[in-house]
C-alpha cells in the first residue's frame, strides 16, 4: 500500500502545511510515501515534505518560470498512473472539460490539479479528477491509499474539522 498525500496552492504558508501533512497522516495510519504539490509555492513542497519519501511538485503560475520544476508530470505510483499539473495552461477556471480529455489522452486514471483554489472530486472521460483546493484558504488536502493491485480510494480531507 502507498499513502499519497496532494496538496496545492499552498503560496509559502507553512503553518497550514504542517496542519494538512499532519491530517493526512493520521487520516492514512502512518507517514505518507509521497507528496504531491500541484503549484503556486511548489517549492513549499520540498520544505514540508524533507521527510517523505518522494515528493513531486509542479509549477504553477506564481513559481518562477526558470525554476528546474515541471509544469505537468505523468508518474505511476504502484500501477496507478498520476497526470499531475498546476491547471492553469488547462484553462481549468473555465471547466475541467479540456484538462480531463487531455489527462485521459495520455491515460491517467488521477488528475492532480490546482490554481482555481476551489475543491473539486469528480470522474471525468474516465479520470478522477482532484483539486484539494487551496491549502492556505480552504483547509483542505486529499489523499489517495493505493492497493498495491491497481485499486485505490481517494478522498478529500479537512484539516480545520
Known amino acids: 500500500m502507498k499513502r499519497i498525500g496532494i ?4 503560496h509559502g504558508d507553512r503553518s497550514h502545511m504542517e496542519s494538512a501533512l499532519m491530517k493526512m497522516e493520521i487520516a492514512a495510519g502512518g507517514p505518507l510515501d509521497t507528496l504531491i504539490h500541484c503549484g503556486d ?3 513549499d513542497a520540498l ?12 509549477r504553477g503560475n506564481c513559481d518562477p518560470w526558470d525554476d528546474d520544476v ?10 496507478i498512473w498520476f497526470f499531475i499539473t498546476h491547471g492553469h495552461r488547462y484553462e481549468v ?6 484538462l480531463s480529455s487531455c489527462a485521459a489522452s495520455k491515460g ?4 492532480c490539479f490546482g490554481h ?3 475543491v473539486h472530486h469528480a470522474c471525468e472521460d474516465g479520470v478522477l479528477m482532484i483539486n484539494p483546493g487551496a491549502c492556505l484558504y480552504t483547509g483542505n488536502c ?9 485499486q485505490y480510494e481517494a478522498k478529500l480531507l479537512s484539516y480545520r474539522s
Do not use: Y
Not at 7 to 10: G, P
Not at 142 to 150: E, F, I, K, W
Open 47 to 58: 520544505w514540508i515534505g524533507r521527510n517523505i519519501l518522494q515528493v513531486l511538485p509542479v
Open 142 to 150: 486529499a489523499l489517495v491509499l493505493t492497493s498495491g493491485n491497481g
Open 7 to 10: 496538496i496545492t496552492d499552498t
Open 93 to 98: 477556471k473555465h471547466g475541467t472539460s479540456f
Open 41 to 43: 509555492h511548489a517549492r
Open 108 to 111: 491517467a486514471q488521477i488528475c
Open 116 to 118: 482555481t483554489h476551489a
Open 70 to 79: 515541471p509544469e505537468d508530470r505523468m508518474i505511476q505510483i504502484d500501477g
